[in-house]
């Protein structure tokens, strides 16, 4: 298991807009690099991203959640 990390407080987003998919669910397989959400601070929206390819297996964090450095925002199950 991985746990995404976010590198900065403000808000979590699971989707790029209101009326926009997530950009991925739990259950979903993704890649290393991908996009699982985006936090905003001030306006400016930084892009959450895996560090590892597998399942994304659980969200830590509601979407529009706060969070803060270090937070977990997600589990991946490797493979």
Do not use: H, W
Not at 32 to 44: D, R, S
Not at 53 to 64: C, P, Q
């Amino acid at each position: 298991m991985a746990d995404i990390v976010s590198p900065l407080p403000g808000i979590f987003y699971r989707k790029p807009g209101p009326d926009k998919e997530p950009f991925a669910n739990e259950g979903d397989s993704i890649e290393a690099g991908q996009t699982i959400g985006v936090v905003e601070i001030m306006k400016q929206f930084s892009e959450i991203r895996s560090d590892v390819a597998g399942t994304l297996e659980s969200f830590a964090v509601e979407d529009s959640g706060t969070v803060n450095p270090g937070d977990v925002i997600a589990t991946v199950s490797e493979g």
